[in-house]
């Protein structure tokens, strides 16, 4: 269910706010920080459970149930491996300007789940939540009265998607050329008959 382009100052702001969350220990899977190397070896230091910052336990289980359905795992690793939800869940909690308008989705998401199957969003089939989201992810499927679902489904996959490709596991997967490399040491300047570099 991902797709939908983002405007590129909502990008510019949540990649800000990303770079400074990169330093909140608390992160569990999330990794938009270069983890420690030791060697050639990753050195992945234990992480005690993440604890939600801003959401509550029933709302941030939700939270990754959604993130899981719009990118999901299909063979690759998807939004639940990356660690999507703590990214939304600190990002929320950073950011009082999108703090409403999540939490109410996820309260619109739940009561709309219980008027359209008698069962709160959590407990429906992973068929029947699908077919929730598709209502509000694809304009051909919209419905009157959805329009403060459709809206916040835009919100939550926005940030999905942000939240993926800005975690270690998104980079790797886009092929970023810059986790192949590490140096222990700053290489020396291989120019060295022209330190000042005035022929290059």
């Known amino acids: 269910m991902a797709g939908q382009n ?3 100052r909502e990008v510019l702001r949540v990649l800000s706010l990303a770079a400074a969350a990169a330093q909140f220990p608390g ?9 420690q190397h030791s060697g050639d070896d ?3 230091a234990p992480a005690p459970s993440y604890k939600s910052q801003f959401f509550s336990s029933e ?4 939270l990754e149930t959604l993130t899981d359905i719009i990118l999901p795992n299909d ?9 999507v939800a703590e990214f939304i869940d600190f990002m ?3 950011d009082p300007e999108i703090q409403f308008p999540m939490r109410y989705g996820l309260g619109w998401l739940d009561a709309r789940a219980r008027g359209v199957f008698n069962a709160p969003f959590m407990e429906l089939s992973r068929e029947q939540q699908t077919a929730m989201l598709r209502r509000l992810a694809y304009k051909s499927e919209h419905r009157e009265g959805d329009e403060e679902g459709i809206a916040f489904f835009k919100l939550i996959r926005q940030y999905t998607m942000m939240g993926f490709y800005t975690s270690r596991l998104g ?8 986790l192949k490399t590490h140096y222990d040491e700053v290489p020396d300047c291989p120019h060295t008959d022209d330190r000042e570099h005035k022929h290059l």
């Open 42 to 44: 990753l050195v992945k």
């Open 59 to 62: 709302e941030y289980a939700l």
């Open 27 to 35: 992160f569990q899977r999330w990794a938009f920080a270069c983890p």
């Open 92 to 94: 929320t909690f950073s």
């Open 6 to 8: 983002v405007e590129r």
């Open 75 to 83: 063979g690759t690793p998807g939004a639940k491996e990356a660690g």
């Open 171 to 178: 980079q790797i997967e886009i092929g970023n050329p810059n």
